[in-house]
């Protein structure tokens, strides 16, 4: 699955062509201009990555938390293969804790590595 994520959204986390690929489908607008703010905003968003992969890239849904992002994961098990999305690249800012997700909404902790734009 993470070969299919990288063909569709790129794996080059310093490419900002990808990060621009990913904001189009997670509707962010504007897009951002610096790989840093697009990493940012990337980030705030909660979706489900078996849909990002393979579902229709008009109809993604978007959850207003990690939160709500679990229970859809859960109810649908939808689950995108953990090893899978072990390693780093334009994937790590999608990564969410859907087994014990965080309370709050899009804008909880953002990890130091993509604050720092790594």
């Not at 979706?47 to 959850?63: K, P």
């Not at 938390?65 to 390693?87: G, H, I, N, Q, V």
Request: proline share 3%; glycine share 6%.
């Amino acid at each position: 699955m993470k070969q299919e994520f990288d063909a569709l959204y790129g794996s080059d986390e310093h490419d900002i062509n990808n990060w621009h690929k990913l904001c189009h489908i997670l509707r962010i607008d504007p897009v951002p201009n610096t790989l840093k703010e697009c990493r940012l905003a990337v980030f705030r968003k909660h979706v489900n990555l078996v849909d990002l992969v393979e579902g229709s890239r008009e109809d993604i849904q978007i959850f207003k938390s990690e939160k709500k992002l679990s229970e859809y994961t859960r109810r649908t098990e939808k689950f995108f293969p953990k090893e899978d999305a072990a390693d780093g690249g334009v994937l790590r800012a999608l990564r969410r804790h859907i087994l014990a997700p965080r309370d709050g909404h899009s804008k909880g902790r953002i990890s130091r590595s993509v604050k720092d734009g790594r």
